[in-house]
């Protein structure tokens, strides 16, 4: 996934200005029509179609850059003055006419430009008639023109120019042969009933060449292009883009403004390397589109400004007598509603062409109007057949109605789900379920038909939970429904992931449900994972055979629900027979409800698979699930599955762009907490391994919240790795203090599968702090669960704590034999090849590391490999093996270096230096003139102009390390500015 955030207030400035998208055909014959001549060229369509941008483009184009253009514009005055645009025009293009050898008719324009006077000549005898002195303004005007030598003459929104300026466009039309091009953008709505601009349209003179244009909105495909020309060129998401389109109708300017509202709410963010919005729901009104509208509305007469509120409140396309309902008198205003554009009729059905101005009307409605009409527009609906349910829940909510809300809004939600509109659903039920005059009984009745496949967001869960916390504290139910409540209660809570919470309700629940009931299976399965600290892998067991029983009178669906998530347990508690028992379940859902519980079984199949080291398999379990939930939109697991694989990417080293796309999951604020510590530990891991400071942070963080929601299973990597970065710096106490809870937790409980990183480190900081015995006594726990399973990553974990603990063997003797040497100077102590055999003893431990390398390998965990090599190398130096350890130190940086290791890189290039070995050959120690992999990252960035800071928030990297990164990729490259580093990665081909 992406970028978090976008800045926040103020931000819109860092944004492009959008390019000119989806016009080319009409750029093309605007550019033709002129190039052979003088012209006309009429341009219509609505407000912020871009018919100024299609100017401005002519403008700036190769045909336009060899003629002289004048454009005028006309405002929408009340009173338009007379000429004004002409005027205004003519005096920015020049500030003094007495070089422009006027006529005599030049006097004409004493009245209209009279700083000229002066320079004017003398006022000629006033014609008596009115038409012939107009002419004579005409001509003198022309002249003016034709001495500035104005090739092109534009006039924007000529639909509000007065009766004179649209005379002098006539006359200037009508000269033959036509001197100047003309160039008209106008709204066709806006046009006054008999306006001569319609004679200008309609009957171009017999021999110019005429061109109509009538620009249109753009469709999706040119939505989403206008707005990566604003965000760096980068792609957007079709959602995004869909979702822009249906609320703009594809306007440029509404488009425009609303991304840049948007991006100043920071309520954009990149997500698998495309823009999107956080939230995919209704786009606010932009102050621009709205105070246009609005002030197209005040221009109406009140009956007609009331057919307007009338149809904002309808919103969905309705008739006249449904819209006559609302006012509750006759249409008047119909006819002048919809000439002025914002209503538009099709098939008989009355609607606004434009989401946005329909808000904004109904927006500025004052709420009492709002709520009579939504109650007359209930009424009018509410003996329709069939029922417009939808509608009837919406319009009796706004007007209040709260029982009438009630009954069409569970319609409507049932409807949805059959229609398999799971995300209509889930709105309308969220709105019933956290009402605060929802009666208790209806709670649990309600929240059993949530599709939480479907459902996101932590605010909506926990209003969720308040609801039905309050409905079971009401004291108004039987045993029974309190007991259902409870379990929905349990159910939401372990679905938030705050397992602990949740298995506490559904314990208290399942007494009072019935043995067979659907519900009390449930909680039984729920029970059978791995939540509970204290309790043994037997207990978990016994919940789920007993689950197993329940299920078999069960309707098939429910028993695939309930096989699904007694795979998982069995899984995740590291039983074998949760792999056969998942051959069960169907490849090819054959329903919806089939579709959600395979999702979910490919889902946690893929994460049970990426726990045990079976990564090929987990790759494709996850890609099952990534489409089957893309094709029914099952939004949750989509999170869930990606967290997923950003952290099986981090495992196989393939880090390229991981940051991104782990920090865009942490950030993303529609997933649950746990899913986003999943990557908030993959950001961390890859911190530690670059040698960044605030990784343990971030780790202690995700340590923390594990422990605090329940999440055991979750605990044992982040304290492993904290536990590596202690050690590092020497701070064994502390090492050992990380690891207490979770390999207690791990040998209490049974569950070694979650040991395959933790093993290792609590072993090395058990030898750390001289504790031999408890270190083995641990590796043989951990080797005996691990015998009889067919779990990689365990197996591969337990080479590496038995090559720790050979290497802590070797050392110790090798200590006590440097001790013994001390004691006595004759060396009496030692007996004859006590030496050689401490350094067969490393050499031993050579080869184990050797083999946990492989093992890493084989799985592949490349890291993980590279780590164990590095050891490798360090006991075949103490042997006294260079010649060995030389190759393969070589190939051990080459690998660190490529992924971006920094600290293991160092720390061997450290242990080489204190050997006095210097590597050779092909392989580098950092890389020369040449950028780091991660220095490239950053320059790539600081090509799409962005800032330090923004750079930083991209790669969750610091500020400080991202200038410190640029000014190293600037001296390798040998620039001394961020503009020459741009440019010389971009010559060079590293930016493309």
Not at 38 to 54: D, M, W
Not at 200 to 207: E, Y
Not at 300 to 320: G, I, N, T
Not at 574 to 579: A, C, F, P
Request: charged residues 25%.
């Amino acid at each position: 996934m992406a970028v978090t955030a976008t800045p926040g207030a103020g931000a819109s400035r860092l944004m492009s200005m959008p390019a000119l998208v989806g016009r080319d055909w009409e750029l093309a014959a605007f550019e033709q029509a002129l190039a052979a001549g003088p012209a006309i060229v009429l341009i219509e369509g609505e407000a912020g179609v871009g018919k100024s941008r299609l100017l401005r483009e002519f403008l700036s184009s190769r045909v336009a850059r060899d003629k002289r253009s004048l454009v005028a514009s006309c405002p929408p005055f009340r009173e338009p003055c007379t000429l004004g645009p002409i005027v205004d025009a003519i005096r920015q293009a020049t500030g003094q006419v007495a070089g422009l050898r006027l006529s005599a008719l030049g006097g004409a324009l004493r009245p209209l430009f009279p700083e000229w006077a002066d320079e004017l000549p003398r006022v000629p005898d006033p014609p008596e008639d009115a038409r012939a002195a107009r002419h004579l303004l005409f001509r003198a005007l022309a002249e003016v023109l034709d001495r500035l030598q104005v090739s092109v003459l534009a006039m924007e929104d000529l639909h509000w120019a007065d009766e004179a300026t649209l005379e002098f466009l006539l006359f200037l039309a009508a000269r033959h042969p036509l001197r100047t091009s003309l160039v008209v953008t106008y709204r066709p709505n806006d046009v006054p009933q008999g306006s001569l601009l319609l004679r200008l349209s309609s009957r171009l003179p017999t021999g110019t060449t005429g061109l109509r244009l009538a620009v249109e909105p753009l469709d999706v495909a040119h939505t989403g292009g206008l707005v990566s020309s604003m965000l760096g060129d980068e792609p957007v998401s079709p959602a995004f883009a869909t979702l822009l389109h249906r609320h703009t109708d594809g306007i440029p300017l509404a488009i425009e403004e609303s991304v840049r509202l948007l991006y100043d709410r920071a309520d954009l963010i990149r997500r698998d390397g495309q823009w999107a919005r956080r939230k995919l729901t209704e786009i606010d009104v932009p102050p621009t589109v709205r105070d246009a509208v609005l002030e197209r509305v005040a221009r109406l007469d009140p009956p007609a400004r009331a057919v307007l509120q009338a149809a904002a409140v309808l919103s969905a396309p309705a008739d006249e007598a449904t819209l006559g309902a609302l006012l509750a008198g006759p249409l008047d205003g119909l006819v002048e509603a919809l000439a002025c554009g914002l209503l538009r009729e099709d098939g008989g059905l009355l609607s606004f062409r434009h989401v946005l101005a329909c808000r904004a009307v109904y927006e500025a409605t004052p709420a009492p109007e709002r709520r009579a009409m939504h109650l007359r527009a209930g009424d009018a609906l509410a003996g329709r057949t069939p029922s417009p349910v939808s509608q009837l829940a919406r319009h009796f909510r706004e007007a209040g109605d709260v029982a009438a809300w009630r009954r069409y809004a569970e319609q409507a939600a049932d409807l949805a789900l059959a229609a398999a509109d799971e995300a209509g659903a889930t709105s309308l039920l969220y709105d019933l379920l956290t009402h605060p005059e929802l009666p208790a009984s209806d709670a649990a009745r309600l929240v059993v038909k949530v599709p939480f496949s479907t459902f996101t967001g932590d605010d909506r869960f926990q209003g969720l939970v308040r609801s039905l916390r309050s409905a079971l504290d009401s004291d108004t139910m039987s045993p029974v429904e309190a007991a259902q409540t409870r379990y929905q209660l349990g159910r939401v809570l372990t679905i938030m992931e705050e397992y602990e919470a949740g298995q506490t309700e559904m314990k208290k629940a399942v007494a009072h449900l019935p043995p067979g009931s659907l519900s009390a299976a449930r909680i039984m399965v729920t029970l059978g994972w791995p939540r509970e600290p204290s309790a043994p892998v037997s207990t978990h067991l016994r919940w789920l055979r007993r689950a197993a029983e329940a299920a078999e009178s069960l309707p098939p669906i429910e028993r695939l629900g309930l096989l699904v998530e007694r795979v998982s347990a069995l899984l995740m508690l590291g039983e074998e027979e949760g792999w056969a028992e998942a051959s069960q379940m169907p490849g090819d859902p054959a329903t919806a409800d089939e579709a959600r519980h395979v999702n979910k079984g490919c889902m946690n199949l893929g994460d049970a698979a990426v726990r045990w080291g079976r990564y090929t398999e987990a790759a494709r379990h996850l890609a099952v699930a990534a489409s089957m939930a893309e094709r029914h939109q099952f939004l949750r697991h989509r999170g869930i599955i990606e967290a997923t694989r950003v952290h099986l990417d981090w495992f196989r080293g393939q880090w390229q762009g991981l940051a991104e796309r782990a920090a865009a999951l942490a950030d993303n604020d529609e997933l649950q907490p746990v899913t986003r510590l999943e990557a908030v530990l993959v950001t961390a891991l890859l911190r530690a391994a670059a040698g960044d400071p605030e990784a343990g942070g971030r780790l202690e963080h995700v340590l923390s919240e594990t422990g605090r929601r329940g999440a055991a299973e979750l605990a044992a990597e982040p304290a492993a790795a904290l536990c590596e970065l202690l050690l590092a710096r020497g701070a064994v106490g502390e090492a050992l203090r990380v690891t207490d809870e979770p390999i207690r937790q791990v040998a209490d409980k049974g569950v070694w599968l979650w040991a395959a990183d933790l093993a290792p480190a609590r072993t090395r900081a058990l030898v750390a702090a001289g504790r031999l015995g408890e270190a083995a006594d641990l590796v043989s726990a951990f080797a005996d669960w691990v015998r009889d399973r067919d779990a990689p990553a365990c197996w591969a974990g337990l080479e590496l704590s038995r090559a720790i603990l050979t290497e802590a063997r070797a050392l110790s003797e090798s200590r006590a034999l440097t001790e013994a040497r001390a004691l006595t100077e004759a060396r009496a102590l030692i007996e004859p090849g006590a030496l050689a055999e401490a350094g067969a003893e490393r050499g031993d431990a050579a080869a184990a590391y050797a083999r946990a390398a492989d093992a890493w390998q084989r799985l592949p965990r490349p890291y993980d490999a590279l780590l164990a090599q590095e050891r490798q190398v360090a006991c075949l130096l103490a042997a006294g093996d260079t010649e060995a350890a030389l190759p393969l130190a070589r190939l051990v940086l080459q690998g660190l270096t490529g992924l971006g290791a920094r600290t293991a890189a160092e720390r061997l290039a450290s242990l080489l230096r204190d050997h006095k070995v210097e590597v050779r050959g092909r392989g580098r120690r950092g890389y020369g003139d040449q950028l780091s992999p991660r220095e490239l990252e950053v320059v790539r960035l600081l090509a799409t102009g962005r800032t330090n800071r923004e750079i930083a928030v991209v790669l969750s990297r610091s500020p400080k390390t991202v200038a410190s990164q640029i000014n190293s990729a600037m001296r390798k490259l040998g620039v001394n500015s961020r503009t020459a580093l741009a440019v010389s990665a971009l010559e060079s081909g590293l930016v493309s």
